[in-house]
């Protein structure tokens, strides 16, 4: 009876990755309608654009952990601990998800906002937050590195772009956080900026290499997936995690030294 069951117990297990990546393409949906009704600007911007970019990064988080429990052998997506780590991640996606919107609908910064005590513990909350986010990836990458349902430059692509992804993260994320703003330097024209992402053309931002750095776990894999249906071997994935870290710090130090990653 159990053997006939398994099917259906690792799907029920591993299910609340594929729902929280729906979840997420419902929010972004319901964020974009709304914000065209709501239109009121927060420093020039539109309240509704940070909940939507935080949408589309969850969307995409999600969005590879999922496929990668979906490949993911039957024995390593039964274990209780893949659904554990999707249910606190499900957790802390709802949490800050709700903190942004609420402060969206009441045009107040989400990030930086140490006004009140309240404002300065979600500050803070939000920063754990985000560092569950990246660090329990690694636990799945974990599983995966090892993964016979991988090839192996694929299984190399998974670990290093989960740990990449987390040691730069919580670096870069780290300085951003306890620098009390994107920028490095005095910014005196907010509307010289990128379309959309909204980094500065002025002064350094540091959110160029924050996003270099959060995306590793997508990369990574890819260039894995490639190396292995082309035969190029795992040294493919050494050198490009090699590239790929070295251009993130670069950017990084670029930001530090005040300078934009495009001047206009």
């Known amino acids: 009876?159990?053997?006939?069951?398994?099917?259906?117990?690792?799907?029920?297990?591993?299910?609340?990755?594929?729902?929280?990546?729906?979840?997420?393409?419902?929010?972004?949906?319901?964020?974009?309608?709304?914000?065209?009704?709501?239109?009121?600007?927060?420093?020039?911007?539109?309240?509704?654009?940070?909940?939507?970019?935080?949408?589309?990064?969850?969307?995409?988080?999600?969005?590879?952990?999922?496929?990668?429990?979906?490949v993911m052998s039957p024995e390593n997506a039964a274990l209780r601990i893949v659904a554990g780590v999707g249910w606190v991640l499900a957790a802390v996606f709802v949490a800050e998800m709700a903190y942004l919107i609420f402060q969206a609908a009441q045009v107040q910064h989400s990030h930086f906002n140490e006004t009140t005590s309240f404002h300065s513990m979600m500050y803070s909350l939000m920063g754990v937050g985000a560092v569950i986010l990246i660090a329990l990836p690694v636990i799945i990458?974990?599983?995966?590195?090892?993964?016979?349902?991988?090839?192996?430059?694929?299984?190399?692509?998974?670990?290093?772009?989960?740990?990449?992804?987390?040691?730069?993260?919580?670096?870069?994320?780290?300085?951003?956080?306890?620098?009390?703003?994107?920028?490095?330097?005095?910014?005196?024209?907010?509307?010289?900026?990128?379309?959309?992402?909204?980094?500065?053309?002025?002064?350094?931002?540091?959110?160029?290499?924050?996003?270099?750095s959060l995306h590793a776990l997508q990369v990574l894999p890819l260039i894995g997936l490639w190396a292995d249906r082309t035969d190029h071997g795992i040294t493919t994935i050494w050198v490009a995690g090699f590239i790929y870290s070295a251009l993130t710090i670069a950017l990084f130090i670029q930001a530090l030294l005040g300078q934009p990653l495009i001047r206009m």
Request: glycine share 10%.
């Open 141 to 212: 990458a974990w599983l995966a590195k090892s993964d016979i349902a991988f090839g192996p430059a694929t299984q190399s692509g998974i670990w290093w772009g989960a740990v990449i992804s987390f040691v730069l993260t919580l670096v870069i994320g780290g300085y951003l956080g306890g620098n009390g703003s994107h920028f490095v330097g005095n910014q005196s024209n907010p509307e010289l900026v990128l379309p959309f992402l909204g980094w500065s053309t002025e002064v350094g931002d540091l959110r160029p290499a924050h996003f270099l």
């Open 1 to 70: 009876m159990s053997d006939l069951l398994a099917p259906f117990l690792v799907q029920g297990r591993s299910i609340i990755f594929v729902q929280l990546t729906a979840l997420c393409a419902l929010l972004l949906i319901a964020i974009v309608i709304w914000g065209q009704f709501d239109q009121r600007t927060l420093d020039g911007v539109a309240v509704w654009v940070k909940p939507a970019k935080f949408s589309v990064s969850f969307l995409v988080h999600f969005a590879t952990l999922t496929i990668i429990v979906a």
